[in-house]
């Protein structure tokens, strides 16, 4: 059970000239290319003809010819050589393991159009999964809430809080990996995007990204807005990717997502018995959070208390499908029983998971500066509990980064300056990437980007969103470089029931 709650938390973001640009100059490299690994892609089948190999890159892109690390890459090649437009990189967010993320979007249902158009290209971006992983040594406990906080009821829980993490920053530095934490930023890793370009011998790259994806993106094509060929850009972070202020946008999320959750409950009042009318719902809700505060519920050695009820309904707020299963949680809980719905999900990821939070945690660390002071955090989680209750004592708790040494190049200020070649889409009530962050990032792109926005709930648009309006443009731009003129809304109506 442990293990499975971290798992559902993980499954549930600079001044060019100090860095030399990488270069056509790569795709002399010759690439390996064999069958991906079994674990490549554990949730769905690896497709016929997918495969993998591995490319060195520099692991300080300020001394190219020093120190390598490996990143680990698939390809699902386009069957119609006489209409393959290029490569289409492709990344699941997280920051996660992406190397089977071309298996996960064939089984979405990814338009043989866009197939026959691109070879589909998956990586483990730098820190995680079969590239070069990062570790923290992270023990059983530290990774329970994953890279989420806990929800904090005082200042107490704060700087209860802000211990553990300092331990954590501190293995971090101390781990046999700390001499390579300096280089896991976004930046490099689009860097490792280009180095990738290269190495296939193209000269441009289109690229379809989402969550933390659309940050690694947004730099991407800010850093090389020459060789971005057309650009999609999924559930979106703000232009500071996954900040501070990006954790805190959490907590308008969740209150943006939840009406949806609670009339989905209400209107299965007979089956949860949890109230007649959303607003019930709601009170019923905090209640429970508050009982489970005060008294928790053990579930295998872990006390369920009113923080991890609040962990969990972020993490099951992403999708429709996930809805039931947050909704006999709550069922449960509210009866006083151990939730067994929890089982489920201890699947592909439940080994690993120190390599996948220690990989997040240096990657976000070094992208932005974090507050210092816990007096600092103390007081977002103050105010922001007051404004969102659902989850903002969560989103406004501090964080191993407040305790990470200052980054070694300033972030990339993702801009305007490139072509018009990026198209965003945006849920209206997305739980970790809010349409705020969203409006946020379209603005910081100008005239280059065009946003289409879906009015529905939950985290994905493209194929797992079920919103024909909102996936047509996406296609198309992917499949003929048609973006639409000007922004749009598409309403509920255009999903299938």
């Not at 289109?206 to 933390?212: E, I, K, Q, V």
């Not at 009042?269 to 719902?281: H, K, S």
């Amino acid at each position: 059970m442990r293990k499975s709650l971290s798992l559902v938390v993980a499954a549930a973001t600079m001044a060019t000239a100090l860095i030399p640009s990488t270069s056509q100059a790569d795709s002399t490299k010759e690439l390996s290319w064999s069958a991906c690994p079994a674990d490549a892609s554990p949730s769905v089948p690896i497709p016929p003809g997918m495969q993998c190999t591995t490319l060195q890159v520099p692991l300080d892109y300020r001394d190219p010819s020093g120190a390598k690390i490996d990143i680990a890459i698939s390809r699902l090649a386009s069957k119609k050589p006489e209409q393959r437009r290029g490569i289409l990189l492709t990344n699941p967010g997280g920051p996660s393991a992406g190397l089977g993320y071309p298996a996960t979007l064939v089984a979405a249902k990814l338009p043989q159009s866009v197939l026959d158009s691109y070879d589909v290209i998956g990586f483990d971006p730098r820190g995680i999964g079969h590239s070069t992983p990062i570790t923290c040594d992270l023990t059983a406990d530290q990774q329970l809430y994953g890279n989420i906080p806990p929800y904090a009821k005082d200042a107490a829980d704060v700087a209860k809080r802000a211990t553990e993490v300092q331990q954590i920053a501190k293995q971090c530095w101390s781990s046999k990996t700390a001499s390579l934490l300096p280089f896991m930023s976004t930046a490099n890793t689009a860097r490792d995007m280009d180095q990738i370009r290269g190495a296939l011998g193209e000269e441009k790259l289109s690229y379809l990204g989402a969550s933390w994806g659309t940050h690694l993106g947004a730099v991407y094509t800010t850093l090389f807005p020459a060789r971005s060929d057309r650009i999609v850009l999924d559930s979106n972070l703000a232009p500071g990717g996954w900040d501070y202020t990006g954790d805190r946008l959490w907590s308008q999320g969740v209150e943006d997502r939840f009406p949806d959750i609670a009339a989905y409950v209400a209107a299965n009042f007979r089956e949860y018995g949890l109230g007649r009318t959303p607003a019930q719902v709601t009170a019923r809700y905090h209640a429970l959070a508050a009982k489970l505060d005060r008294k928790p519920v053990p579930v295998d050695g872990v006390a369920f208390d009113g923080s991890m009820l609040r962990l969990l309904t972020f993490a099951y707020s992403y999708g429709p499908t996930q809805l039931p299963v947050l909704a006999q949680l709550l069922k449960a809980l509210d009866a006083g029983q151990a939730p067994k719905a929890l089982d489920a999900p201890a699947t592909a990821l439940a080994e690993g998971s120190d390599a996948l939070i220690s990989g997040r945690y240096a990657i976000i660390c070094n992208d932005s500066r974090w507050p210092t002071s816990v007096r600092t955090y103390q007081r977002t989680v103050a105010l922001d509990r007051i404004r969102f209750p659902l989850f903002g004592a969560a989103g406004a708790n501090i964080q191993p980064c407040a305790y990470w040494p200052d980054s070694i190049e300033p972030p990339v200020r993702v801009s305007d300056n490139g072509p018009a070649n990026v198209l965003m889409v945006q849920n209206l009530r997305d739980p970790a990437t809010p349409l705020a962050g969203a409006r946020k990032l379209r603005q910081a792109l100008g005239e280059r980007a065009t946003m289409v926005t879906a009015d529905a709930g939950g985290h994905g648009v493209y194929l797992f969103g079920r919103n024909q309006c909102a996936n047509y443009p996406i296609t198309t731009f992917l499949t003929t470089g048609v973006r639409p003129a000007h922004d749009y809304a598409c309403s509920a109506a255009a999903a299938p029931r």
